[in-house]
């Protein structure tokens, strides 16, 4: 998954033939037999499952354990494969009645089939320490040892069966209906930007572009249009927000979660204090970073204040130069390949075998992601790619990721799957290593400072931006229990938390105040954004040690990314000599932006 950002829509001429994605190597269409073969034998195979196993865990040796997971490993990637196929059609046709009916009748099934094997997972977390250890001597069990601990954490947490089947079963009808609704809400949006291209209706994707325009008036016109836009939605999209906060709050009250961050963190196979460190850290550092850089920014466009839509405005040296498809690829694939032949051969095959769906287009998602589907086929990415510099940072970002899922594909369905922090470690040192080879390429000293400016842009979005959201979610799920939050009030909490973390340099006003209402991630996976900041700063550290020559830097780099969901981050940062824990972490990352800063302050 990637930040939302602001991209431009590029000239006719200037992207070419964008590539479609070929979803045939998951399935043929909607109605194959293969896909329906898939569904009948998955949903016999959960019931033998279900015959052999239940009640039975506690009493199996380490060989029979380790071969109950396996038949769960198996059966988990078929219903996957067919929720991936379905997902990857819903979100290329947001619009379209007939694919958002498919995709909930395929989640409604697989949740049926998938309903039965619940009962695994419960009770493989109620086996004894002392049983499980005998049983995990034996190598069939023990190959599964780090999923098993995985899961095992969320054992305080756990609900009686009965209750964990209602919530699995009743998540269709749920939070799964509702981030239906408001995926299909923002798809069928239309915003008019008074006089761009006759005024016509635009999407999301395409409107947010205009926020990186050349014109400050056209920049302004989108900011405006957009504030309409989400304002004629602002009703269901409030309901939305209220709804699943509240949702999360009665979830987390019955398990007993203490803080609404906790069970995300555990999710992440990381400690509260980790993340309370980063985020004060990232906040304690607004001022030498999004401060002190914003105020740069305002002095090189002349004025004592920016407004709120000159965030991402182009420098007023920059060219507003346009990249194709294939200037994109080549610059990516050869930045890879500068650092590991390995990795560009690996992202090449995105290109080549019709893994990616990059045009802009009305119903498609808008934003970014990388897929996993499952390790027996390979991942998608998704893009809406308008040609600008920002745009090949995307695709070094998702192919980052899709290079990682490739090479943990080998740990299989249960374990291939890294935590979100360490997931966004690969993709962001994807878009590190592009942004290295850019810089290095050009030599006019004007244009090494746009490209400076537009990476400490890009790490003020991942890092400053994702910890003020995630500064937006703290409150606003502090306030709920308290009530129904309107519109206004969470205006107020948005505007507040964006002037503590973008500082004194610009001027805000009510454009301004609904754009918290188009983030999706605070609904699909909520406090997902700090895993952005932990990510820059993990991969800042990391470059600097590759940076100053770390002996055999891309063999563990490599063995870190094939090492998928088995290690944890101290155990995975260890053979860099780098640790997570350590406040001076977060530092060491924290300055690498800072440096940046220093050179543009000094003109270099």
């Known amino acids: 998954m990637s930040k939302v950002s602001a991209t431009r829509t590029p000239k006719k001429d200037a992207t070419g033939g964008l590539p479609r994605w070929n979803l045939k190597d998951l399935y043929s269409g909607p109605d194959a037999p293969a896909l329906n073969a898939d569904l009948e034998r998955a949903e016999k195979e959960a019931k033998k499952f279900r015959a052999a196993y239940e009640g039975q865990l506690a009493r199996l040796d380490g060989k029979g354990l380790g071969g109950a997971i396996a038949r769960y490993e198996k059966l988990a990637e078929r219903l996957q494969r067919i929720m991936s196929y379905a997902h990857l059609r819903y979100v290329t046709d947001l619009s379209n009645p007939r694919t958002g009916a498919y995709f909930q009748t395929m989640q409604e099934r697989v949740t049926r089939i998938s309903t039965g094997t619940v009962f695994f997972s419960l009770e493989l977390n109620r086996i004894p320490d002392k049983r499980l250890k005998r049983q995990l001597k034996h190598p069939k069990a023990a190959h599964y040892e780090s999923w098993i601990r995985d899961n095992r954490v969320f054992r305080p947490h756990q609900l009686s069966d009965e209750l964990e089947k209602l919530l699995h079963e009743k998540y269709v009808a749920g939070r799964g209906a509702w981030t239906r609704l408001f995926e299909e809400t923002m798809a069928d949006l239309r915003f008019t930007v008074d006089g761009w291209k006759g005024a016509r209706a635009m999407t999301l994707s395409d409107t947010l572009n205009l926020l990186s325009n050349k014109d400050a008036k056209v920049r302004k016109r989108a900011a405006r249009a957009l504030r309409n836009g989400l304002s004629e939605k602002m009703r269901v999209l409030t309901l939305i927000t209220n709804t699943l906060a509240k949702d999360k709050e009665i979830e987390d009250q019955w398990r007993h979660y203490p803080r609404p961050v906790s069970q995300r963190n555990l999710a992440n196979l990381i400690e509260d204090e980790v993340v309370d460190a980063l985020v004060e850290a990232v906040r304690s550092s607004y001022g030498r970073l999004s401060h002190r850089y914003y105020r740069l920014k305002a002095k090189w466009f002349g004025v004592k204040k920016l407004n709120s839509w000159d965030r991402n405005a182009p420098l007023p040296d920059d060219s507003d130069r346009f990249y194709t498809w294939r200037e994109a690829r080549e610059l990516?694939?050869?930045?890879?390949?500068?650092?590991?032949?390995?990795?560009?051969?690996?992202?090449?095959?995105?290109?080549?075998?019709?893994?990616?769906?990059?045009?802009?287009?009305?119903?498609?998602?808008?934003?970014?992601?990388?897929?996993?589907?499952?390790?027996?086929?390979?991942?998608?990415?998704?893009?809406?790619?308008?040609?600008?510099?920002?745009?090949?940072?995307?695709?070094?970002?998702?192919?980052?990721?899709?290079?990682?899922?490739?090479?943990?594909?080998?740990?299989?369905?249960?374990?291939?799957?890294?935590?979100?922090?360490?997931?966004?470690?690969?993709?962001?040192?994807?878009?590190?290593?592009?942004?290295?080879?850019?810089?290095?390429?050009?030599?006019?000293?004007?244009?090494?400072?746009?490209?400076?400016?537009?990476?400490?842009?890009?790490?003020?979005?991942?890092?400053?931006?994702?910890?003020?959201?995630?500064?937006?979610?703290?409150?606003?799920?502090?306030?709920?229990?308290?009530?129904?939050?309107?519109?206004?009030?969470?205006?107020?909490?948005?505007?507040?938390?964006?002037?503590?973390?973008?500082?004194?340099?610009?001027?805000?006003?009510?454009?301004?105040?609904?754009?918290?209402?188009?983030?999706?991630?605070?609904l699909h996976t909520p406090f997902y954004v700090y895993a952005y900041a932990f990510g820059d700063c993990l991969v800042n550290s990391l470059y600097d040690v590759f940076r100053n020559g770390h002996p055999r830097f891309q063999a563990k780099y490599f063995e870190m990314l094939k090492a998928g969901g088995t290690l944890r981050h101290k155990e995975l940062l260890k053979p860099f000599g780098l640790d997570a824990s350590d406040p001076k972490f977060w530092k060491r990352g924290l300055d690498v932006i800072s440096g940046f800063i220093d050179e543009l302050e000094a003109g270099r």
Not at 402 to 429: I, N, R
Not at 432 to 451: C, D, P, V
Not at 479 to 488: F, H, I, M, Q, T
């Open 332 to 522: 990516v694939l050869s930045a890879y390949g500068r650092f590991a032949p390995e990795m560009s051969e690996i992202a090449g095959r995105f290109f080549a075998k019709g893994w990616i769906d990059a045009p802009p287009f009305p119903g498609k998602a808008s934003g970014a992601f990388c897929h996993s589907t499952v390790p027996s086929v390979h991942p998608y990415v998704l893009l809406n790619f308008h040609g600008r510099a920002r745009d090949v940072m995307t695709l070094a970002h998702e192919l980052g990721h899709g290079v990682h899922q490739v090479l943990a594909a080998p740990k299989g369905a249960l374990m291939s799957d890294t935590p979100l922090t360490l997931a966004e470690t690969a993709s962001v040192f994807g878009e590190m290593l592009t942004f290295q080879a850019m810089l290095a390429g050009e030599k006019n000293a004007k244009r090494r400072h746009i490209l400076l400016a537009g990476k400490v842009e890009d790490m003020m979005n991942t890092v400053v931006r994702q910890i003020a959201f995630h500064q937006f979610e703290t409150r606003v799920h502090a306030e709920r229990p308290k009530g129904e939050l309107s519109a206004e009030r969470l205006g107020e909490i948005w505007m507040a938390v964006q002037k503590e973390s973008l500082g004194p340099a610009f001027r805000y006003d009510d454009d301004y105040r609904h754009f918290w209402s188009y983030i999706p991630h605070f």
